[in-house]
T-cell receptor, first 115, second 112 residues
Framework: DAGVIQSPRHEVTEMGQEVTLRCKPI?????LFWYRQTMMRGLELLIY????????DSGMPEDRFSAKMPNASFSTLKIQPSEPRDSAVYFC?????????????FGQGTRLTVV | RKEVEQDPGPFNVPEGATVAFNCTYS??????FFWYRQDCRKEPKLLMS???SGNEDGRFTAQLNRASQYISLLIRDSKLSDSATYLC?????????????FGSGTRLQVQP
């Protein structure tokens, strides 16, 4: 298995532009998570899905952020309009549904810079 | 108060040393516990799960104290390749809260 695949790996955009981050989870995993990592705040959960349904989006910073999971093999995180404070590494992770000890597997992340 | 608190370090130790990291969590309903490792500019990866009875994986030993809400990781005979950030992680298992909550990480630098 190729693991969790994220694209793009790097994104540089101007303030005000729309940014779309993409994620392909590991096949068969029921859970998909979006995290954001910064030096100041560490790893923060933004939103997660179970069987394509959003379960907890309380970490989404504001209405500029939205996430979708139209099917079991694809998810997007969109920021519109982007701001410099959105600059961070965005990780997608997936996890199998069963088992208390089910591990979360992370993608390589998207490094976003908003200038 | 943060849900998971760790000493950020850095811990600078010589090769062969034994080093211990500690972590506390605030939610007593937390049911699963892990240590993840994150190398510079890479994604976090599971190092080991932490069980109530304590568990060992080679040079790594993890302990959990539910009464004190405290987790530890001990690394024996440190190697240069152990240099990384170690993330303490907890998970609630109740309905609607299955995501992992991460500490900010403790940075370890093993020196020759």
């Amino acid at each position: 298995d190729a693991g969790v695949i994220q694209s793009p790996r790097h994104e540089v955009t101007e303030m005000g532009q729309e940014v779309t981050l993409r994620c392909k989870p590991i096949s068969g995993h029921d859970y998909l998570f979006w995290y954001r990592q910064t030096m100041m705040r560490g790893l923060e959960l933004l939103i997660y899905f179970n069987n394509n349904v959003p379960i907890d989006d309380s970490g989404m910073p504001e209405d500029r952020f939205s996430a979708k999971m139209p099917n079991a093999s694809f998810s997007t995180l969109k920021i519109q309009p982007s701001e410099p404070r959105d600059s961070a590494v965005y990780f997608c992770a997936s996890s199998p549904g069963e088992g208390r000890e089910a591990e979360a597997f992370f993608g390589q992340g998207t490094r976003l810079t908003v200038v | 108060r943060k849900e998971v608190e760790q000493d950020p370090g850095p811990f600078n130790v010589p090769e062969g040393a034994t080093v211990a990291f500690n972590c506390t969590y605030s939610n007593s309903a937390s049911q699963s516990f892990f240590w993840y490792r994150q190398d510079c500019r890479k994604e976090p990866k599971l190092l080991m799960s932490v069980y109530s009875s304590g568990n060992e994986d080679g040079r790594f030993t993890a302990q959990l104290n539910r009464a004190s809400q405290y987790i530890s990781l001990l690394i024996r005979d440190s190697k240069l390749s152990d240099s990384a950030t170690y993330l303490c992680v907890v998970r609630l298992e109740d309905t609607g809260r299955r995501a992992l909550t991460f500490g900010s990480g403790t940075r370890l630098q093993v020196q020759p």
